[in-house]
């Protein structure tokens, strides 16, 4: 596929899959407004009233869909062969990958730091929130609706996921039956360099890095909405991501799953990693 232009810095406030709560929402645009400065940006508008209800067993049903068609418009009117994306919630920046991978005709591995898998579908999630379904839709599962609204699917190969340490049983189970690279914490703290050699040893040319907050311990960063104990340190997430950009083309980086404010400014890592993605 041939894309339009270079880069889009995408501001994606998406929040609903997440549920009631408007913390991502408000942390999307600290994140473009305190760190990404005079840089242009296209920031997709959000509707901010109640969540619509469960459908398809997915709670914000809707609200997701409308989410997804507005990013994926904003995206295919400059076609992109890079994209930075600030969320909003951690499935925010789903059609961004899927967009990537189609782009880069799957040689893009699926850098996925989270705590949490988000590999339940909407059957298997007790929650039914979209946003711990999210990497499951990338990879083709999901309700018809969602898949339809993602340019590629990705598959179980091309993902390699960093600090999980909170996953349901469906969650370990499709990573166990799939044999998903999984680099835990103690792995990445030891060497963050791990990362960026799983990708290339994997014989992936491109990257895409999504970067979930709670992937860092909470007494290093604590905003974000669901803290998980035993996470990764502030030098070890940087290391993490130079060490994947030194490997192999890092083409997308979304970072997600911040709760801070206008107020909430001066973070010297938040400023590295919003550099590195406008810098893509």
Known sequence: MTAGIEKINLVVPQWQGGGQNLNTFHGAYALRDNYLGERP???????????APTEQNILGYQDILN?????????????????FTLGGGCDADAPCAAWLNKVHGADMAIVYVDAHGDLNTPETSDSKLYYGMSLRAVVGDSAPEVISRLASSATPDQLVMCA?????????????????????????????????????????????????FDSLDPAEFSLTPVP?????????????????????????????????????????????????????
């Not at 990764?232 to 997308?252: F, M, Q």
């Open 67 to 83: 989410d997804m068609d507005r990013v994926n418009a904003a995206i295919r009117a400059v076609q992109p062969r890079r994209i």
């Open 164 to 212: 999980n340490r909170n996953l349901d049983p469906e969650e370990l189970r499709f990573k166990k039956d799939n044999d998903v690279c999984d680099l835990s914490v103690e792995q990445i703290l030891a060497d963050p360099a791990c990362v960026g050699r799983a990708v290339a040893e994997k014989g992936f040319s491109h990257a895409y890095v999504h970067v979930d």
């Open 41 to 51: 940006s296209v920031t997709v508008e959000v509707a901010t009233g109640d969540i």
């Open 228 to 280: 998980e104990p035993h996470g990764l340190t502030r030098e070890a997430l940087l290391g993490l991501v130079r060490g994947v950009a030194e490997k192999v083309e890092v083409v997308g980086l979304g970072l997600l799953e911040y709760c801070g404010t206008k107020d909430d400014r001066g973070d010297t890592m938040l400023q590295q990693l919003v550099d590195f993605g406008a810098s893509l």
